[in-house]
């Protein structure tokens, strides 16, 4: 076949123009994406930003606008994240740790256990609500408190964390391991001094990410009674609200000085989220491995 | 497998290029005058994966600060019968090891062996340099530290570190990580961190073959001085680096059964090195060596 500039520049027409409509296609899509999150963060921060002074940050809910605050729920939001931290973590990674390094795919249970888990995930969050609600509220009188709330949430995402860490786990290369064996240490010791340390800004970065959608979450809280008027601070068995539930009951009252209020709610729950985030995202790029 | 006298070894001319005569007479000799004492007295060894075996009926004697060298070809079986030394092979569910292996007279795989105390005395250095993710220093004390051995720590790894003839190169800099070493580097370190726990044995798994030629020099020339106190078996695909550092040679090769579309590894001839090099006995060691097979 003899090259001439011809053959060299002719493609067909119709690959070409089925490649620039790909292009244009995937164009739009980022372009969607971005608007509709302009559109909401422009909007949200117009209305909203005039309203986030410290009496949103301190007082109390209350039936006048100008006074109403969203104090109980900001804190109530805080101390949720540290229960859930708490709760979350030890038993997400935990079980990761035993699904990557000890269990025995061969097993049913494992499998089983495993398939589970991947369901767990994608079962909708309203479920959990009314779990909560049949279990822990009414099945062992734990009634409408904080920790009740949490312990919603746990469940809610331990799949999450469970499938990041398990992730996490999974990078670590098998050298790594193998040379630790090699120098006599035992199970044990090559999980706890080499798996874990290495695989922890993965599982931190997983764990954030979780947080982060957990905080956002109303549906299960409402069922499990994050009430929403509270005057004083939460204790973990006490009655409390949370910062998406108090967005909520704003946006659902007639007056139009609520509205302004939920949207200041919801730039005090974004900074909340996009700190959140960004710690994540600098705490993978801080100890990226390369192995 | 009969050992060859040392003395008869005969003075035929290397018949693979590459491979310097002097070298193998200066193995010659060595061998001759070091006694032969048996470490591992491996016999009708067969290790299978799922079932299938990979490597069949090995039986041979490793000696005591010898260097001993498995060579073959890819799917010989070489590299998973080093890691029947050290029961590495216990961390693949799958596998499953037949016969035995006597060292010092005990059955690494007797029911009361603990395989963790088997790799506490026998080391393995593996192909590619596998630093832990962590600092110089706490990769050579990873393994003190492991065996509870909290006193002396500096010291011991200065020790291990300057065996490994890596001393001088990372004196200043032992809480850096690892991974800032070059490749040669990395793999001394590995081989000080398993100097460090003061083993027995020192197996190693094709240690040169993702280095350069200067690092290989330096890894072969350590070999050398490692072997005085250590015993040293080291799979290679290299049959120079074969000639250069082993006393001993044990050949390897694929049998293939059509019919189950198996590949096996056996071993086909031990002898001493100059003995495989020049005058081997079996003509499928000859053809390898000679560089008409594999």
Redesign the interface.
């Known amino acids: 076949m003899s090259v001439t500039t011809e053959s060299l520049g002719s493609r067909s027409h119709g690959d070409r123009v089925r490649g620039t409509a790909f292009y244009v296609l995937l164009l739009v899509s980022v372009t969607i994406g971005f608007l509709l999150l302009g559109v909401l963060l422009v909007d949200v921060i117009r209305k909203g930003i005039g309203y986030v002074d410290p009496t949103l940050l301190n007082e109390p809910n209350s039936s006048d606008p100008n006074k109403a605050g969203a104090g109980p729920a900001i804190r109530g939001t805080i101390y949720m994240m540290i229960l859930l931290l708490v709760m979350v973590v030890p038993i997400g990674v935990g079980t990761a740790l035993y699904l990557e390094e000890y269990a ?1 795919r ?1 097993r049913w249970y494992n499998r089983l256990l495993e398939i589970n888990i991947q369901n767990l995930a994608a079962v909708p969050s309203i479920v959990y609500g009314i779990l909560g609600l049949a279990f822990l509220v009414r099945g062992i009188g734990l009634g409408r408190v904080l920790l009740a709330g949490a312990l919603i949430l746990t469940l809610l995402v331990l799949p999450t964390v469970i499938v990041a860490s398990r992730e996490a786990i999974r990078a670590v ?1 098998d ?12 199970q044990w ?1 090559v999980v706890w ?2 798996v874990l ?2 695989s922890i800004p993965g599982i931190a970065t997983g764990s954030i990410l979780a947080l982060a959608r957990a905080i956002g979450e109303t549906a299960p809280l409402l069922l499990v009674g994050a009430l929403t008027y509270v005057a004083v601070n939460p204790t973990l068995l006490g009655s409390y609200t949370a910062l998406p539930v108090q967005i909520y009951q704003w946006i659902a009252r007639p007056q139009e000085e609520f509205r302004v209020l939920a949207a200041a709610g919801i730039i005090v729950l974004l900074v909340i989220l996009l700190t959140m985030n960004a710690f994540a995202i600098w705490l993978r790029n801080r100890y990226q ?3 | 497998m009969v050992m060859s006298d040392m003395e008869s070894a005969p003075a035929a001319p290397a018949r693979i290029a590459g491979v310097d005569e002097k070298i193998l007479a200066e193995r010659a000799r060595e061998a001759a005058s070091t006694r032969r004492d048996v470490l591992f007295d491996v016999s009708r060894l067969t290790v299978s994966y799922a079932d299938v075996p990979a490597l069949k009926g090995v039986s041979l004697e490793i000696y005591k600060n010898f260097v001993t060298a498995f060579i073959g070809p890819s799917g010989c079986g070489k590299s998973t019968f080093i890691r029947c030394f ?1 029961r ?1 092979n216990d ?1 693949i ?1 799958s596998a499953n090891v037949d016969g035995t292996i006597l060292y010092h007279g005990i059955d690494l795989y007797g029911p009361e062996v603990d395989s ?2 088997v ?3 026998i ?2 250095v ?1 192909q ?1 340099p ?4 962590k600092s110089i220093y706490d990769n050579v004390a ?2 003190p ?3 509870g051995w909290k006193k002396d720590l500096d010291a011991r790894v200065e020790r291990a570190l300057r065996h490994a003839a890596l001393w001088d190169e990372v004196k200043n800099r032992l809480k850096a990580s690892a ?1 800032s070493l070059s490749g040669g580097q990395q793999q001394r370190l ?1 081989i000080a ?2 100097l460090a ?1 003061e083993p027995d044995v020192l197996l190693m798994d094709e240690p040169a073959s993702a280095l350069d030629p200067i690092s290989t020099t330096a890894i072969e020339d350590l070999m050398h001085e490692l072997k005085r106190e250590y015993t040293i078996v080291i799979v290679t695909h290299n049959m120079q680096q074969a000639a250069r550092v082993a006393d001993m040679t044990a050949f390897f090769s694929v049998e293939v059964d059509e019919e189950q579309d198996r590949r096996t590894g056996v071993l086909v001839e031990y002898d001493a090195t100059p003995t495989i090099f020049t005058n081997p006995g079996d003509k499928r060691t000859e053809d390898y060596v000679t560089g008409r097979f594999g």
């Open positions: 025995n061969e290369p050298s790594i391991r193998q040379g630790a064996y090699a120098l006599g240490a035992t010791q001094r080499q340390p290495a491995r390369r192995w | 050290n590495m961390l569910p963790v105390e790799r506490k005395r080391g393995m593996f590619k596998n630093p832990f993710p990873f393994g530290r492991v065996l991974y590995c961190r398993c726990v």
